[in-house]
C-alpha cells in the first residue's frame, strides 16, 4: 500500500501561474480543453480537476506538459514535487554534522543552523537530532516562529512560555512565574527557570527547544535586539550564577534555524545579528560526490560527465540540483538528453527553474541598490572587488561566492545565475 509522503508524491494540483502558461500554450495552438484532452490522452474529467487546481496523478502533468512543450516544473508549485523530507533522500553532511552533533552535546548548547533558502537545513538538523536521541535524554519542542507573534518583545515571549508549555503537556502556569514587576527578558527567564527546566530536571530530562524560521525575528528590529541579548544571557547560564542555577539550565539546549536571505532583502541589517553568540553551523553546497550520491538515491544511470555538465550550470546548490534530479526522474527518458534539454532551456521561460528565478527577480527589484551591484557582477562575469556589505548581503541570499573573503572579492554563484540575470538586466536597458 502506499503511503502518504508517495502519495503526495505522485498527486500533484497546478499552479496559478501554471496554468496561465498552459492557457497560452492552448490559445497558441487555438486549442479548447477538448483537444488537450486528445492529445495529452488524459480524461477530461482528469483535465477539469487540474484546470480546479486540484490534485491529479503526477504522470498526467507530465503528459500535459509534453504535449504544450513545458516543462512540469513551470506548470506546478515546485515545493510541492520537492521530495519528501525523508532519510531515502538526505544526503550526509559529515564535517558540519559533526560540528552540530559536538556542540549540542553540551549541556546548554545554543547552536544556529543558517543559510539560504532550500540549502536542507531541516533534513540536516533532524538527522543530527536523531543521532543525538541515541546518546542524551531529551524532550524536543519545535516551534515555527509566526509573523503573528511578533507584535511586540512582551508578547513574543509569553508565546514561546506558552507554547513550550503545552508541548510538554505541562499546564500553563503565567499567572505564578510570569511576574510583572520585570522586564520581558527576565519574565521569561524566570518561567523557564523556575518551571519548564525545574520540571525537566525533576523528569532527569531535558528540553531541546527548536526555534525555526527565526530569520521573521530580523523584521522587527526591537524584537531581535532583544532576542538577541536573551540568547546571549541563556548561553552564560551554564557557566554564570549560583551553582543550583547552573545545574537548571544545564537541562537545557536551543537550536536556532533560519533563512540568511533576510540579510539581503532587509536595509537595517549589515551584519549577521547572533555573531558570537553559541555554534554557528552554515550549510555549503554539494561537492560532486554527494550529487552523484543522491544520483543513487533516486536510482539515476549517472555519470561522471553528467556530474561536470551539472555542476557548471548550478554549481552544488542542493535544491537545484535535486530540482534536475526530480526532473530526470519523471521524464523517464535517457539522462543525457533530459540533461541537454534542462541545460538549453534552464534560463528561458520554459526552464525547470522558472519559479525559483522569479522569486530571487522579485527579491531583487526590491533592493535597487543591490540589484545594482548584482547587474555589475553578472555582467563583467569574473571575480571583482565589491563592497564588504553588499558582498555581506548577496553572499547571504546565496547570489553569489566568494573567491576571497578577505578581500571581498565576488562571482556570480552559478551560471545559471549569471547567464539568467544577465539578460534580464539586459533587456531592462
Not at 31 to 48: F, G, I, M, N, Y
Not at 169 to 193: A, C, G, H, M, R
Not at 270 to 290: H, K, M
Not at 300 to 319: A, F, I, Q
Request: glycine content about 4%.
Amino acid at each position: 500500500m502506499m503511503n502518504k509522503q508517495e502519495r503526495n508524491r505522485n498527486s500533484i494540483p497546478a499552479s496559478t501561474d501554471g496554468l496561465e502558461r498552459i492557457k497560452a500554450e492552448m490559445a497558441k495552438r487555438g486549442w479548447r480543453r477538448e483537444d488537450l484532452v486528445e492529445q495529452a490522452q488524459v480524461s477530461k474529467a482528469t483535465v477539469d480537476r487540474f484546470f480546479a487546481m486540484k490534485n491529479v496523478d503526477a504522470s498526467t502533468v507530465e503528459s500535459i506538459a509534453e504535449v504544450l512543450d513545458l516543462s512540469m516544473e513551470t506548470i506546478v508549485d515546485a515545493n510541492v514535487i520537492a521530495p519528501p523530507a525523508s532519510y531515502e533522500f538526505y544526503i550526509r553532511r559529515t564535517e558540519e554534522e559533526a560540528r552540530c552533533y559536538a556542540a549540542l552535546q553540551k549541556p546548554g548548547a545554543i547552536v544556529r543552523v543558517k543559510g539560504p533558502q532550500l540549502m536542507g537545513k531541516t533534513l540536516f538538523l533532524n538527522e543530527v537530532l536523531t543521532k543525538l536521541s541515541q546518546r542524551i535524554d531529551f524532550r524536543k519542542v519545535e516551534l515555527d516562529i509566526d509573523r503573528q507573534v511578533l507584535t511586540n518583545t512582551e508578547a513574543f515571549f509569553k508565546w514561546l512560555c506558552v507554547s513550550v508549555s503545552i508541548e510538554l503537556d505541562l499546564p500553563v502556569k503565567l499567572d505564578v512565574y510570569w511576574l510583572d514587576e520585570l522586564t520581558p527578558s527576565q519574565k521569561i527567564t524566570n518561567y523557564f527557570q523556575k518551571y519548564v527546566l525545574t520540571e525537566m530536571a525533576n523528569l532527569h530530562s531535558s528540553l531541546l527547544l527548536v526555534l525555526d524560521r527565526v530569520d521573521h525575528i530580523f523584521e522587527n528590529l526591537d524584537i531581535m535586539d532583544e532576542f538577541r541579548a536573551l540568547l546571549r544571557s541563556w548561553g552564560d547560564k551554564v557557566i554564570k550564577g549560583s551553582a543550583a542555577s547552573q545545574k537548571i539550565w544545564s537541562h537545557f539546549r536551543l537550536v536556532t534555524v533560519y533563512s540568511t536571505d533576510i540579510y539581503g532583502l532587509s536595509n537595517d541589517i549589515d551584519y549577521s545579528p547572533f555573531t558570537s553568540i553559541g555554534t554557528d553551523v552554515e550549510l555549503s553546497e554539494f561537492d560532486n560526490n554527494q550529487i552523484e550520491e543522491l544520483a543513487r538515491r533516486y536510482r539515476l544511470r549517472w555519470e561522471s560527465n553528467y556530474t561536470d555538465e551539472l555542476v557548471k550550470l548550478v554549481g552544488g546548490h542542493p535544491y537545484l540540483v535535486d530540482t534536475a534530479f526530480l526532473y530526470i526522474k519523471h521524464q523517464k527518458k535517457e539522462t543525457d538528453k533530459v540533461l541537454k534539454r534542462i541545460t538549453e532551456t534552464a534560463c528561458t521561460q520554459i526552464g525547470i527553474y522558472t519559479n525559483h528565478l522569479l522569486q530571487i527577480t522579485t527579491a531583487l527589484e526590491s533592493c535597487t541598490e543591490l540589484k545594482a551591484q548584482f547587474k555589475e557582477i553578472v555582467t563583467v562575469n569574473e571575480a571583482m572587488p565589491i563592497a564588504a556589505v553588499d558582498a555581506f548581503k548577496l553572499y547571504s541570499m546565496g547570489l553569489i561566492r566568494l573567491i576571497d573573503a578577505s578581500e571581498n572579492v565576488a562571482a556570480p554563484r552559478c551560471h545559471l545565475y549569471q547567464r539568467y540575470f544577465y539578460n534580464y538586466f539586459k533587456r531592462q536597458s
